[in-house]
């Protein structure tokens, strides 16, 4: 207990030791940052510049847009300062604020990917009452409910995590702070509560992810009925980007925290941890507009827009 009050700071894993890399690290880094970025606040500009794309779908993207920037800001930067200045620290309470976002964060980045799959199903499969349905103030209070059920969860998760005693050792296997490595450093009993609270999260993952394959199964089965091959078409490039976006942010979540843990230092730790928290924010904007017709005319637009007001 002596430790844990006394303890100030953590030491984060680095990528190397070697000062040449660690310059490498930082720049591949920042490049990864501002492509992040870059993408995420021209999906937010374009939306909100086009009058067409002021529909619940896009709503709901602007939103997932604006996690994906909190996200990566929460974790990239702190790395890249601490591989320019060649230090590993990150401060106790600098841990509990990073822990806390990141997992509102990614929390609410799942709910709002479940609210974006309802809406296609109601969009695709009860069309008549797609207005009706998911109106404006049905999206406002879909959004808020995913914001504020996420903040309470992540208060939670990071009160519960930090209320246990450190005395393991301050070094955390992870280029920023998260749960299962920070339980590693406990000696305490409680920790098990905790445990008993990621089983939990994952549980609830899980329903999401059954939710939202039921969702494309009807989907899927509507689409397949449509006589016409464009109106197939259509409904398809409004769905594969969602579901791409769904598949990418699932799979690297449930490989990182499903694969066993390991006492030490490991490279896999690592990479895992790079492959689920920067890869779905930076590539979510790519495949919105790669994969969508609407965004991809919009972007397109903003940027004969800015063209002609440069010229």
Not at 29 to 58: D, E, R, S
Not at 124 to 147: D, F, G, K, T
Not at 248 to 263: D, I, M, N, V
Request: net charge positive; with cysteine; aromatic share 12%.
């Amino acid at each position: 207990m002596s430790y844990r009050t006394n303890m100030t700071e953590f030491l984060l894993l680095g990528f190397s030791d070697v000062r040449e890399l660690q310059i490498l690290h930082f720049v591949v880094f920042l490049v990864i940052y501002l492509a992040g970025l870059m993408g995420n606040l021209l999906i937010i500009t374009a939306v909100a510049l086009n009058h067409h794309l002021h529909t619940p779908m896009y709503f709901f993207l602007v939103n997932l847009s604006i996690l994906d920037l909190g996200s990566i800001s929460v974790t990239i930067p702190k790395s890249m300062a601490n591989s320019l200045m060649n230090t590993r620290s990150i401060s106790y309470p600098g841990c509990v604020t990073q822990l806390f976002l990141f997992l509102l964060f990614a929390g609410t980045d799942l709910a709002l990917l479940t609210i974006m799959a309802y809406d296609r199903y109601v969009a695709i499969c009860q069309p008549l009452h797609y207005e009706r349905v998911m109106n404006r103030r049905a999206c406002v209070q879909m959004a808020a409910s995913a914001w504020i059920t996420c903040i309470v969860y992540s208060a939670l998760h990071t009160g519960n995590t930090f209320r246990l005693p450190f005395c393991q050792s301050n070094v955390i296997n992870q280029f920023f702070c998260e749960i299962p490595q920070l339980l590693k450093l406990t000696c305490s009993d409680s920790y098990l509560s905790e445990i008993g609270l990621l089983a939990f999260s994952v549980f609830l993952s899980l329903n999401c992810f059954v939710f939202i394959i039921v969702s494309y199964v009807q989907i899927f089965k509507t689409v397949l009925r449509i006589p016409s091959e464009q109106g197939r078409g259509k409904a398809f490039s409004t769905c594969l980007p969602h579901l791409t976006v769904v598949s990418l942010f699932l799979c690297t979540g449930f490989f990182a925290y499903l694969k066993p843990t390991s006492s030490s230092a490991s490279g896999l730790d690592l990479m895992m941890g790079v492959l689920y928290s920067l890869m779905p924010p930076v590539m979510n904007p790519i495949i919105y507009s790669m994969r969508n017709k609407e965004t991809k005319a919009a972007l397109k637009k903003l940027f004969v827009r800015r063209l002609f007001t440069i010229n």
